[in-house]
């Protein structure tokens, strides 16, 4: 049965300096539905959300919940009109327990008996069937089960409108189904979900209908069940798939003749155990597994990121040394880790000074880079990799998720690495922008830069790489290559969990 409109955003502006982020914006949410919102990085969707929610103010159009006019200046404007949010970023507090920070800041009275939170959340998490405590430390639990309790932060506020902003992007398999098992639960007595993703097998699992923008503006709502998905990344990126089919014709692009650049023989960290690995000039490889596999840990060893323990590394036949990032730099190693607020970005630093910051750091502080060299090297990389920035001087934090990945790749680019490891690089950004670091990575290649892929999606993978080091429980447990790339080999492999040859 069709619910009654819930939500209506009419005619949304938003403007920011240099930047129209949003023009002319309607979207419109019905009551036990599930509503995906779908754009590139930079299509207005967290602009269009943070307006929802207080967070931004917008400067022109109007809201309605339920048919009134609402005032929505402060995300406690929103919570009163029963607007609750997940972030795609985790907003909680880790050194509270996980019952504190399921009440935090919506304590009825300062009265309310401690023991009473207590019994109360632990009663949410036991019917969403999260495996944590009330009083458990909110920071000793996973990131995932962090998401989780966020979640049942949300969902305990009987909310009307209840938005996920990328809430299934640390989430295993079996959470991700434990999720939408309560979205479809909360959709049937009818709560409005705004379902934000950019896994869009994701989108046409659970929602009914679909609102796509692009460049900050509407390009129209539709049914799930009438677009075709092929359509929707059309729509998302304003041209047609024929560059994404022609990087699944993989073989003839990733045959490899190198030499041997990188040779680890048992190298180790404090968070990796021993393994073996070699890549060559102009190979693209990867590392795959599933969650906590080991895969991230093996390329932070062979940075230097972690404490490494053992084992001997060659690079063009000659032993090294790579104990820290810093010795990686200089034989010509460059990384993009997996955390990119944590481990890459320097938020408050303008997008110029984030990109020269690699090549700095090689330079040493006694040779520095002058404003003017800093500034070309900015343009060149803004306008090679297509930066979606207001200018160079921007702080890379008011950026776009997608937009700041490409500034560290910048960053690394500019020191022309022999070798460059990518752990996740597409993560939490657009299919357009996923299909330009697809390209790019298979050109690195082309002019001989050896390359290290890493992401969760398996079918990003196989059309990249060359070969797969299939990893479980932090020990390799298989090497696939040639006919054997394919995702039902990578899974049986990775559940078998028996070594096989690579010329098996």
Request: with cysteine; glycine share 8%; charged share 25%.
């Amino acid at each position: 049965m069709q619910e009654a409109t819930l939500l209506q955003m009419r005619h949304i502006d938003k403007r920011f300096p240099g930047v129209l982020a949003l023009n002319n914006v309607d979207f419109t949410l019905r009551g036990g539905e599930i509503h995906a919102l779908m754009g590139e990085n930079g299509a207005g969707k967290s602009t269009l959300i943070k307006i929802l929610t207080g967070v931004y103010q917008m400067d022109g159009g109007e809201i309605l919940v339920e048919g009134e006019q609402a005032t929505i200046r402060s995300p406690q404007d929103a919570q009163n009109h029963g607007i609750s949010t997940v972030y795609q970023e985790i907003t909680l507090c880790p050194n509270l327990t996980v019952g504190e920070n399921m009440f935090i800041g919506r304590e009825n009275s300062p009265w309310i008996k401690h023991k009473e939170r207590e019994e109360r959340a632990d009663e949410i998490l036991g019917q969403l069937g999260i495996p944590a405590r009330s009083t458990q430390q909110l920071g000793s639990c996973s990131l995932a089960v962090q998401q989780m309790v966020a979640i049942a932060r949300a969902v305990d506020m009987n909310c009307k409108v209840l938005i996920l902003d990328e809430p299934t992007s640390s989430l295993d398999d079996k959470e991700v189904n434990m999720l939408f098992s309560l979205m479809k639960d909360l959709k049937s007595k009818g709560v409005g979900i705004i379902f934000v993703t950019h896994f869009l097998e994701q989108v046409y699992e659970v929602s009914d209908r679909i609102t796509v923008l692009r460049n900050g503006e509407l390009v129209g709502e539709y049914l799930t069940s009438e677009l075709p998905q092929v359509e929707l990344v059309a729509k998302m990126i304003g041209k047609e798939l024929d560059e994404l089919s022609a990087l699944s014709e993989v073989d003839e692009k990733k045959s490899v003749q190198g030499e041997v650049f990188y040779e680890a023989r048992d190298l180790s960290s404090s968070d990796a155990m021993p393994f073996d690995f070699t890549i060559r000039k102009g190979e693209v490889n990867g590392f795959t597994g599933l969650l906590g596999s080991g895969r991230s840990e093996s390329v932070r060893a062979i940075f230097g990121a972690d404490k490494v323990t053992g084992g001997k590394v060659k690079i063009k036949g000659e032993e090294v040394k790579i104990t820290h990032p810093i010795d990686a730099m200089k034989h010509g190693i460059g990384y993009l880790a997996e955390d990119r607020k944590r481990d890459g970005i320097i938020a408050d630093l303008s997008v110029r000074e984030n990109i020269i910051l690699a090549l700095q750091v090689m330079n040493g502080m006694f040779k520095p880079i002058s404003r003017s060299e800093s500034e070309a090297f900015a343009d060149e990389y803004i306008k090679v990799l297509n930066i979606k920035t207001a200018s160079r001087e921007t702080p890379v934090g008011s950026l776009s998720g997608g937009n700041q990945q490409k500034v560290i790749l910048a960053r690394w680019l500019l020191t022309h690495p022999d070798y460059l490891i990518l752990d996740e690089p597409t993560r939490g950004i657009d299919v357009g922008t996923k299909l330009e670091i697809q390209k790019l990575v298979l050109k690195l290649a082309e002019d001989g830069v050896s390359v290290t892929f890493i992401s969760s999606e398996v079918e990003e993978m196989l059309r990249t790489c060359s070969r797969l080091i299939v990893m479980r429980d932090r020990h390799i447990v298989g090497e696939l290559k040639g006919q054997d790339l394919t995702q039902a080999k990578v899974m049986k492999t990775i559940a078998g969990g028996e070594k096989q040859n690579e010329n098996e």
